[in-house]
């Protein structure tokens, strides 16, 4: 056997490979049956070697002699070989070139899964705040309700310095209210829901008890309070670990912390590696810095009367020469000119010859997935948003943008849903928010962070995006699908007719946006999932 890079094996190295590697002969391969900590450090050598990478792990990891420190791989052992992957040895590469060096893109080479559970909404949105190289995924207020009681106790955040505070009554009596006419108002609305949108002959009673509940748990969704305990599964890579655990040591809420502290300690026995600067006195100095940042700008109050302005999607900024700009970048991967040349050259262009390079770059496009090119990456959107904590939580998960958000807060009021009035609770659902929000505003003087806690998904919030068009493209039409939570689509759908007002043949191409209303939104997914099962059985 041998390697693109000449390398020979023997019979016997070929037997010591084979359990590490998914093929022994070709030019591309994956490795298995490793620690992550010495896959990283493989392809980190490749950077610092000649070698091939299976000739790397033979002279360097396997069969190392490191006593009183080495792995024995699962599937080597279970076939009766004793090879030993030099753990120890992949460790102390990765402390020396992230301790010794700072070479912080080795530290993306390794990754790990974690799962957080029971975790407040206030750490969950703290989790899933990270940019790239974290891939959250946490459990669904549609599919799943947050009724159970645990022990006579429903799951909800109980915080250390309320509870220890004469707040604690209040904090349980308004959360127990909160929780209380979400169990009791389920089955009612559920009920109206199927009463005000009856079953067809086409769609299976899975199907449609399926769509119906997850109505009814949309629109109730808005009476559970960040407090909510939540579960919330974590990928990510060791450089995007390292700064979330910063982050979260840098909280101003105790409960964010002592998770930090307890992903550290898992993470130490996955990826140790990879996350041990955290812990260091760079990573507490940078924990430090981001907590000063956060004290620094709250420091500064304008004193500027409240806005009354309830609208949902603000543009505050655009580009007027990103028509230019774009039609540019799409013609400078094919031309020897620089970018200024042909920006100047595209302005001078008619509008209907740039509308026609436009066009004809976005093409026909199948579907959502055919997204245009990053030529559309060349001009930038900022928007203002005033909407429903729980349409915060949905699009807070986008990643490829600038957001940032203000404090959950009662201020700004609620909405709501125009079923809710309809099937007879809407008394019943404000009531419970109203009480809420004086127990808000009475905790808040004491605690005002630990009051973000009693703030129920249905009170608006305020955040900002700045994205580019290509990634609005992406945003707008899977926001906008019929599937999709009223309150997001709205807000999805305002984004595009804004969009579409100054930068009509930029907004062209984006042909898959649902403007419509859709009394059950999952219904029609429902229906292809029974599609699929009966497919699957034919």
């Known amino acids: 056997m041998h390697d693109p890079w000449g390398d020979t094996f023997t019979a016997d190295e070929q037997a010591i490979l084979a359990p590490f590697v ?102 969950a949105k703290a989790l899933e705040d990270s940019r790239l190289g974290l891939d959250p995924l946490e459990k669904s207020t549609r599919y799943v309700p947050f009724d159970r009681q645990v022990a006579g106790k429903y799951r909800y955040h109980r915080v250390a310095e309320l509870m220890q505070s004469p707040h604690a009554t209040l904090y349980e009596q308004t959360l127990d209210q909160l929780f209380d006419t979400y169990r009791v108002l389920i089955e009612p609305v559920q009920r109206w829901v199927q009463s005000a949108t009856p079953r067809d002959a086409k769609t299976s009673e899975r199907a449609y008890v399926s769509a119906t509940r997850a109505k009814a748990l949309d629109l109730l969704r808005g009476l559970l309070p960040m407090a909510t305990l939540t579960n919330v599964g974590l990928f990510g890579n060791g450089r995007a670990f390292e700064y979330l655990l910063t982050k979260l040591a840098s909280s101003e809420h105790s409960e964010v912390c002592n998770v930090g502290v307890n992903l550290q300690h898992e993470l130490d026995q996955l990826i140790p590696s990879f996350v041990k600067r955290a812990k260091t006195e760079r990573g507490a100095a940078y924990s430090q810095y981001l907590a000063t940042m956060r004290q620094a700008g709250a420091a500064f109050q304008p004193e500027i009367p409240t806005s009354n302005d309830l609208q949902a999607v603000t543009l505050v ?6 028509e230019a700009k774009v039609v540019a970048a799409i013609l400078y991967p094919h031309s020897d000119q620089p970018l200024e040349t042909l920006q100047c050259w595209a302005r001078n262009l008619p509008t209907e010859e740039r509308s026609a390079i436009i066009r004809a770059y976005v093409g026909e ?174």
């Open 22 to 123: 998914t093929n022994l002969d070709q030019p591309i391969f994956g490795l298995r049956n490793l620690p992550e900590v010495v896959k990283g450090a493989l392809f980190s050598r490749y950077s610092r070697s000649d070698k091939s990478l299976r000739r790397m792990l033979l002279d360097e990891f396997i069969q190392a002699p490191e006593a009183g420190f080495q792995a024995i791989v699962g599937h080597a052992a279970a076939n009766g070989n004793d090879q030993l992957v030099a753990t120890k040895q992949a460790e102390a590469f990765y402390e020396r070139v992230l301790l010794g060096y700072g070479d912080d893109s080795v530290a993306e080479l390794g990754g790990a899964h974690v799962a957080c559970e029971g975790v407040s909404n206030i750490v």
């Open 317 to 322: 900024e655009f580009d007027p020469d990103a």
């Open 365 to 538: 496009r199948g579907s959502r997935f055919h997204r245009p090119g990053r030529a559309f990456e060349e001009t930038y959107y900022t928007f203002d948003f005033l909407a429903d904590i729980g349409a915060y939580r949905d699009l807070q998960r986008h990643r490829i943008l600038t957001q940032e958000r203000q404090r959950y807060s009662v201020v700004h009021g609620y909405a709501v849903a125009p079923e809710l009035e309809a099937a007879g609770v809407a008394a019943a659902y404000c009531t419970a928010l109203d009480q809420t929000a004086a127990a808000v505003q009475a905790i808040e003087a004491d605690f005002p962070a630990a009051a973000q806690y009693l703030v129920p998904f249905a009170y608006r919030i305020r955040w900002r995006f700045r994205l580019n068009l290509r990634e609005a493209y992406h945003l707008i039409e899977l926001r906008a699908a019929p599937q999709g939570h009223p309150s997001y689509r709205a807000i999805a759908q305002q984004m595009y007719l804004a969009l579409q007002k100054i930068h009509p043949s930029l907004i062209e191409g984006m042909q898959f946006v649902d403007l419509g209303e859709h009394a059950l939104e999952r219904l029609a997914a429902e229906q292809r999932f029974d599609q699929k099962l009966a497919e699957r059985q034919q």
